[in-house]
């Protein structure tokens, strides 16, 4: 269960163009904020989320009816933290290694996507000017499947953490626990112990930096 459930945090990410934009005069000193107690970003590809806000699409109907449900969920929790996604029904076909539109994170169900480690999601993350721009989100079906044993708390923190990588965290370099005692849930095995459900307040400061990283960037 340990090996099967720590290879689900795998994450791939992409870069569409990995140029870092110029900050602000005024900001050039410090430059943007990337990482921190529990939390760490995927700069230098991705510093900051930009204004325009993100859209949850599907690969094909099935992984629509699946899954969304959980990214309900997970969007209404971004957007509480600043980062504006909403859910439609739009079809966007996924490949690996190939960035979906602009401002588009589309989500996949499928069974083993990944051939050489049958257990694992992951994400491709595409970025532009150190912003996020695009990303995929493959879940593996195989954690709903009879006689697996996954609980539906192991689904979910799978789900929200690949949410994470699509919208620009990575795995932290530490993981310690917040006041709560929870660790952060970006971690890259958070599954064996964790049933929040949710971002850890670590993960939620990491969120938040994506949104603030903007003063350092000029406007689009």
């Not at 099967?4 to 934009?21: D, G, K, N, P």
């Not at 996604?85 to 739009?90: A, D, F, L, Q, W």
């Not at 992951?122 to 150190?130: D, I, Q, R």
């Not at 310690?176 to 112990?193: E, F, I, S, T």
Request: proline content about 9%; some cysteine.
């Amino acid at each position: 269960m340990k090996t099967r459930i720590a290879q689900a945090a795998f994450a791939l990410t992409l870069t569409a163009a990995a140029v870092i934009a110029a900050p602000h005069q005024a900001h050039a000193a410090t430059g943007p904020v990337v990482s921190g107690t529990g939390w760490k970003l995927q700069a230098p590809r991705i510093t900051h989320i930009d204004t325009q806000p993100l859209t949850i699409a599907f690969h094909d109907t099935t992984s629509r009816t699946r899954l969304t449900p959980y990214v309900k969920n997970v969007a209404a929790e971004l957007t509480s933290y600043g980062i504006p996604v909403t859910v439609s029904n739009r079809i966007v076909p996924t490949a690996v290694g190939k960035c979906p539109p602009r401002h588009t994170i589309s989500y996949r169900w499928i069974s083993k996507p990944n051939p050489d480690r049958p257990n694992q999601s992951f994400t491709g993350t595409c970025s532009l000017k150190a912003a996020t721009y695009s990303a995929y989100v493959y879940i593996n079906s195989d954690y709903w499947a009879p006689g697996r044993r996954f609980h539906e708390w192991q689904r979910m923190n799978v789900i929200w953490h690949e949410s994470g990588h699509a919208v620009g965290l990575a795995h932290p370099t530490t993981c310690p626990r917040d006041k709560a005692g929870l660790q952060p849930l970006m971690c890259g095995n958070p599954y064996k112990d964790l049933r929040d459900r949710r971002f850890s307040s670590q993960d939620v400061t990491g969120l938040r930096r994506l949104v603030l990283n903007r003063a350092y960037y000029p406007p689009a």
